[in-house]
């Protein structure tokens, strides 16, 4: 028998936005909080921003696709076959 694979649908659009958003809110207030207790200089700070924070993003989004089914590769595809109807004609 075969399994049925079925494809994210828009919960898991709306799951990933909310969780790339979170991530970022959470990441931005970890290096506020970081500085705030003079644990990142200015320089460092900006360092962390501009170089690694991109990183951390990348990471981020890549969990949340595959946590949401978005990791399919070509394996996972397979031919699509038009119906025909009675008289031969494709619907």
Not at 71 to 82: G, Q
């Amino acid at each position: 028998m075969d399994t049925i694979h079925l494809s994210p649908g828009p919960a898991a659009a709306q799951a990933f936005r909310l969780g790339i958003v979170a991530s970022a809110v959470g990441g931005l207030a970890g290096i506020a909080a970081l500085y705030w207790l003079d644990v990142l200089t200015p320089l460092f700070a900006g360092y962390v921003l501009v170089l690694l924070f991109p990183v951390y993003l990348i990471f981020a989004a890549t969990a949340l696709s595959v946590w949401l089914g978005y990791n399919k590769d070509a394996t996972a595809l397979r031919p699509v076959y038009r119906q025909k109807d009675s008289s031969g004609q494709s619907k």
